[in-house]
């Protein structure tokens, strides 16, 4: 069975820290990239970063890029997101999702629609 069981969200003040997790279990890890996405409330869901397990690469949306950081430990099947000085318009659900296959995520981020799997969520609540 699939599964990708997001953590580490939580209320945290404006310019503070969060790091989440995303642990994945029934599927090859090296080979799959994993995104990040979040959703505020009344808003759509939007990609946040992106993190190829084949070859290491990574995509952000200008939104966070220089203050989130997307890693990778494949050995745990885990992929971290770093997220440093956050802002009350980060308050959202984070989700993360894995597709198989991808790399080369520099050039650009894996459209959300071809995602085959998809975490619950975790809450980020950024107070200002």
């Known amino acids: 069975e699939v599964q990708l069981v997001e953590s580490g969200g939580g209320l945290v003040q404006a310019g503070g820290s969060l790091r989440l997790s995303c642990a994945a279990s029934?599927?090859?890890?090296?080979?799959?990239?994993i995104g990040w996405f979040r959703q505020a409330p009344g808003k759509e869901r939007e990609g946040v970063s992106c993190?190829?397990?084949?070859?290491?690469?990574?995509y952000y949306a200008d939104s966070v890029k220089g203050r989130f950081t997307i890693s990778s430990d494949n050995a745990k099947n885990t992929v971290y997101l770093q997220m440093n000085n956050l802002k009350p318009e980060d308050t959202a659900v984070y989700y993360c999702?894995?597709?198989?296959?991808?790399?080369?995520?520099?050039?650009?981020?894996?459209?959300?629609?071809?995602?085959?799997?998809w975490g619950q969520g975790t809450q980020v609540t950024v107070s200002s």
């Open positions: 999702a894995a597709v198989e296959g991808y790399y080369g995520l520099d050039k650009g981020p894996v459209p959300e629609v071809l995602y085959h799997y």
């Open positions: 993190i190829s397990s084949s070859d290491g690469s990574t």
């Open positions: 029934g599927f090859t890890f090296d080979d799959y990239a």
